[in-house]
């Protein structure tokens, strides 16, 4: 199995190589184990099962205010993934998101994690007239 939604088995703790994995550290002091969750995972399963009706975030633009349901934000998230991968996104590529805080700037990030990337950010106002 392969791909954003699954955790690869590794044993070194460090890696220097773009393509390697490593051994997620856990902690033996606590009582009851919890197993590693991918965070395609934890998301899919805050939004599907714990929370679906619930309000991920809020936007006010031009007075008015858009909300997302849990739900939503899943649906547009996995549409944002399917467009990265239509617009060339590989596994383990990243997406360079640039701007501040915004619903656009948080279904990126989650769209490129769902869809196997990795995410870089940037605030540099210098970028934004790309």
Request: charge should be neutral; charged fraction near 25%; glycine fraction near 6%.
């Amino acid at each position: 199995m392969s791909g954003p939604d699954f955790i690869f088995p590794a044993e070194n703790l460090t890696a220097w190589e773009a393509n390697a994995f490593t051994k997620l550290r856990v902690s033996n002091d606590k009582e009851e184990d919890i197993p590693p969750k991918s965070l395609v995972s934890a998301v899919t399963a805050i939004c599907e099962e714990e929370a679906p009706d619930l309000t991920a975030f809020k936007q006010k633009k031009g007075g008015e205010w858009k909300c997302w349901s849990f739900r939503e934000y899943l649906r547009d998230i996995k549409c944002v993934a399917r467009a990265f991968v239509k617009l060339g996104l590989k596994a383990r590529h990243s997406v360079c998101i640039s701007g501040f805080n915004s619903p656009e700037w948080f279904l990126s990030a989650m769209g490129c994690i769902f869809a196997g990337g990795m995410v870089s950010f940037t605030t540099d106002p210098k970028l934004y007239h790309i």
